[in-house]
Structures are given as structure tokens and as C-alpha cells.
């Protein structure tokens, strides 16, 4: 491929990830398998990989946390978390997914989501989410959180709890039986509770064997139908705006910006619907 799918040069994976790693199938063309049109109810065997996948996209995602500080730049953090995955021996799952030309995505203050890293650097009051995946023996786990950089005033530090506070809460109603878009109400709760606006443009999504896949989980009150079974895995991604939700998209085709220039903040887990509850398969 000359250019990329979605208007940036893609990577060379030959070149970045070891031969011996285990690849996605979209590592080396780009283009994702089609979507399965029903939602994956996941075995012993498929959970317990998601479970270590998961785990180590936990860690990684701890070690980003600990490199966000002041002057460091996000293609630093970049360079350091993709060694960290494929010393792993894990593939980091954004790498050349629809061409995206990174390891991991960093958005940041009023970047709502897909931020490409690159030579800006960091700033002291800025917030920064790391959102990752990892590839590992067959199986992808995806996370992400919000870090303040150095001295955040209060109300960005207020934006990134609550909206931390809102992927907990709907992580704590779900189980089976439940309807999906319980989520959604959930979380859009909070955010009106505390005046902030929910972004719809995004969205969880099923993962496993397939970096997404069916169902798909709204963030904002919706009305979709589907309820929660024994064996689902999936996202819960919610992204809160300090002003409008409405993203505009950059000429990179990839980064999202809020149209205002309001901060947005963004958590995420992956989950396991189990008998009685959920299980955070990231946390």
C-alpha cells in the first residue's frame, strides 16, 4: 500500500514486530475480517485467553500511566510501550489496523479519541488518555485510562474521576439477563448529573479473536436492543466532554478532536459477563 486506508502512511510490521510473534490477520494487509453477525458467547478456552491477554494490556497500560509526566512526547511513550508488548511476545493490536501507523493511540486534552502519538511534547496541566490493545496467542485485550500531566486544574481533574466514576458504575450493573443499553443509561446518568456531554460518535464493542466485533455498546442513553449473556466479552469506553460531544475529525483521518476545544476523558475495561455479575478482564 502507497498511502493508508484512512489517509496516513501505514507501518512496515515486518520491521517493527519479530517474526515469532503471533499476528492478527489484518497485520500485514490492513484490512479487518468482516464482522460476524451474531455476538461470540465465549468458552473455557477463549475466556481464559482473553483473561491473560487482558492482564497484559493492564500492565502495559500501567506502564504508559508511569511515563506520562511533563516533557516526555507521545512517540516516546509510543517507542517504549510497543517494546514493552512485543518483549511480551505479544503484537500491540492498533499497529496497521485500517493503516493506523502506531502501537498505541494518545489523545489528548481536547483529543476525544484515535490520537496518532507523535513529536508533540506534553504539557504541565494536560490530560492524556492511553488507550491500548494487545495481541496475545490468538486473542486481544484493550483498555485504556486518563492521566493528568503535572499540575491539572480542578476541573479537569473533576472531568477525568467522573468519568472514571461513570465505566464503573456500569461495569457494576452488568450481568445476565441485563439489557445492553442499561450501559448506556447508566453512564449518560452521570454525565448529566456532573453537566457533561457524552460522546456518540464512539463506541464499545465485542473483542476476543476479533480485535471488534458484535455487540456494539453505546455510551449515551439509547435504546438498542440485546440483553447481557454467560460468556459475552466486551468493551465499556466511556469518553466525557467538558462542552460539546460533537468531534471533528483531523486531516489524518484517524484523530478526534472536540469541536469546541473542551477536554474529554475516557476509561476503559474489558469485561466477561459470568454467572452473577462481570468479571474486568483489564482491571
Known amino acids: 500500500m502507497e498511502e493508508a486506508f484512512l489517509g496516513v502512511t501505514p507501518p512496515d510490521v515486518n520491521k517493527l514486530v519479530p517474526p515469532h510473534i503471533l499476528r492478527p490477520s489484518y497485520a ?51 517507542r517504549i510501550l510497543h517494546e514493552a508488548i512485543i518483549t511480551s511476545n505479544a503484537y500491540p493490536s492498533p499497529l496497521n489496523y485500517m493503516g493506523f501507523p502506531k502501537s498505541v493511540c494518545t489523545s489528548v486534552s481536547n483529543v476525544i479519541a484515535h490520537g496518532i502519538p507523535d513529536d508533540r511534547c506534553l504539557e504541565d496541566g494536560d490530560i492524556i488518555n492511553v488507550d491500548i490493545t494487545v495481541y496475545l496467542n490468538g486473542y486481544h485485550g484493550d483498555t485504556s485510562a486518563t492521566f493528568l500531566v503535572g499540575n491539572v486544574d480542578e476541573p479537569g481533574r ?11 458504575a456500569a461495569i457494576d450493573i452488568c450481568g445476565p439477563g441485563v439489557p445492553l443499553n442499561r450501559i448506556g ?87 466477561l459477563i459470568t454467572e452473577d455479575g462481570a468479571e474486568r478482564l483489564t482491571g
Open 28 to 78: 500485514l494487509r490492513g484490512e479487518p475480517s468482516e464482522w460476524a453477525s451474531t455476538i461470540p458467547i465465549n468458552g473455557s478456552e477463549a475466556i481464559e485467553g482473553c483473561r491473560k491477554a487482558g492482564q497484559l494490556a493492564k500492565k502495559i497500560l500501567q506502564l504508559g500511566g508511569s511515563l506520562v509526566k511533563p516533557g516526555i512526547t507521545t512517540n516516546e511513550i509510543d
Open 185 to 271: 443509561k447508566t453512564i449518560q446518568a452521570i454525565a448529566d448529573k456532573y453537566k457533561y456531554s457524552v460522546s456518540e460518535q464512539f463506541s464499545g464493542h465485542g473483542i476476543g479473536k476479533e480485535f471488534h466485533c458484535l455487540p456494539l455498546i453505546y455510551h449515551h442513553d439509547n435504546d438498542e436492543e440485546g440483553l447481557m449473556e454467560k460468556g459475552m466479552i466486551f468493551t465499556i469506553e466511556p469518553m466525557f466532554c467538558q462542552g460539546a460531544s460533537m468531534g471533528v475529525q483531523w486531516p489524518d483521518k484517524w484523530t478526534v478532536s472536540t469541536v469546541d476545544g473542551g477536554r474529554s476523558a475516557q476509561f476503559e475495561h474489558t469485561i
Open 158 to 168: 473533576e472531568l477525568v474521576e467522573r468519568t472514571k466514576e461513570s465505566l464503573d
